[in-house]
Every structure is written in structure tokens, then in C-alpha cells.
């Protein structure tokens, strides 16, 4: 059974998750926001969970600030996307605005593909590429506990941004249509910011899902 644990932390309030295995004891942590490296660590400490890696569902530094602390505090791999992956080579030259603080860069540990499954005692996640809000943006689906972790792909009545550099308005809609609606209606989303919500509420209600000339196959 997957067990689930979240805070919303940094400035902009990012999601970062805590997914377990209560049974095998271990755990993967999903993105690394700026304040969360503290309690994702004492989180483990006070479970006795093992953390197995770090997945990035994409490359923005709300959701990576302290990837590089993690990785070094709990020696544990950061997956991500090769294609996101420059980010995290040089985090400050792609912040688009600037920071009143310095980014350590990431190094990478192993790349995520589209198709992939990762394991997670008797979890598995399957991996989907959904380019459009990034070039290596990623979701992460638990088919069997009907959870996905979609980053800032889906939101509650909205998608992520797509006037960044990396971002695509019909590459983003085309990938949630293609790798998020093809879903059953009751797999919840657990996004990268705000509360989370349900493939068949963002299938009925999102304002922009309706248009489905926007779609591209």
C-alpha cells in the first residue's frame, strides 16, 4: 500500500511528497522545494524509513533548491528527465528572474524515460514524458494505488505555465490529453502546487481541457 506524505514549503508554496512502502520500510522523495530538505529528513528519521532516491518531476528551481542537499545528507541518486537535466548543471542561470540566494548545482544520479517503471518495494510507478510546461518534464503513476504525481503539468482547474523557456501551450495540452486523460476518472493528481485533484474532475471541469482542437496526437 502506498503511504503519502506532503508539505508545501519554499516561497511559492511547492508540493513535496513523501512516497513509502510501509512494509519494506523504504521511501522516494518527489522534488526537492527550497525548506524541505529538513523535513523530509526528519520525516524519515521519525518513520524509520530508508530513502531510496530523489525524482524531479521537472527542473525549475522551486522544485530542485535543495536537491543538491538531499542528495548529499541522505546519499541517494536524483532522477530526472535528460532532457531537463541542463538545469540542474548550472540552477542559477535559469531561474528567470533573478534570487536573493545561490543554487548548488545537482548532479545526476540517472535519467527517467517515458515508459519506464521504478520500484519502490512492491510499488511501481511507470514514467510519462509530458513535454510542454518543460522540454523533460515527467509524471509519476502508481497504477495500483490510482496516484499520480504530475508536477506542474495538471492542476486543480489549471495547467502549468507555459511562458517559460522550455514551455509549449499545445505541447503541454497535447501531453495531458495523450498521457493524463487517458486515465480512469478516480486517479488522483497530486500536483506541484496547491490541493489535489482527480483525473475526472479535471476532465469534466478544467477550462482549459475543453477545447479539444487543441489537441495533438
Known amino acids: 500500500m502506498l503511504h503519502l ?17 510501509l512494509h519494506a520500510k523504504l521511501a522516494v522523495l518527489i522534488d526537492a522545494p527550497m525548506d524541505s530538505a529538513l523535513w523530509y529528513r526528519r520525516r524519515l528519521a521519525e518513520t524509520g524509513l530508508a530513502a531510496q532516491a530523489l525524482w524531479l518531476t521537472h527542473t525549475h528551481w522551486d522544485h530542485t533548491a535543495d536537491a543538491a542537499t538531499l542528495a548529499a545528507s541522505l ?5 530526472v528527465h535528460p532532457l531537463d537535466a541542463y538545469r540542474l548543471r548550472d540552477p542559477n542561470a535559469h531561474t528567470v528572474f533573478p534570487l ?6 545537482v548532479d545526476v544520479g540517472g535519467y527517467v524515460h517515458h515508459g519506464d517503471v521504478l520500484e519502490l518495494g512492491a510499488l511501481r510507478f511507470e514514467v510519462r514524458h509530458v513535454p510542454g510546461h ?5 509524471v509519476f503513476i502508481e497504477h495500483s494505488a490510482r ?6 503539468t495538471l492542476f486543480a482547474g489549471s495547467i502549468g505555465r ?3 523557456p522550455g514551455g509549449d501551450y499545445e505541447q503541454l495540452t497535447a501531453s495531458i490529453h495523450r498521457e ?8 488522483v493528481c497530486y500536483p506541484g502546487h496547491m490541493e489535489a485533484t482527480t483525473i475526472g474532475e479535471e476532465r469534466r471541469s478544467n477550462p482549459f481541457l475543453q477545447d ?3 489537441f495533438r496526437t
Do not use: R
Open 212 to 214: 479539444q482542437s487543441l
Open 5 to 21: 506524505e506532503t508539505i508545501a514549503a519554499g516561497p511559492v508554496a511547492t508540493n513535496a511528497y513523501l512516497v513509502a512502502d
Open 162 to 164: 507555459t511562458d517559460l
Open 100 to 105: 536573493p540566494l545561490k543554487l548548488e548545482a
Open 147 to 152: 496516484a499520480v504525481f504530475c508536477g506542474d
Open 75 to 79: 546519499g541517494i541518486p536524483v532522477l
Open 180 to 187: 493524463l486523460l487517458s486515465l480512469p476518472d478516480d486517479y
Open 134 to 138: 518543460t522540454e523533460g518534464s515527467v
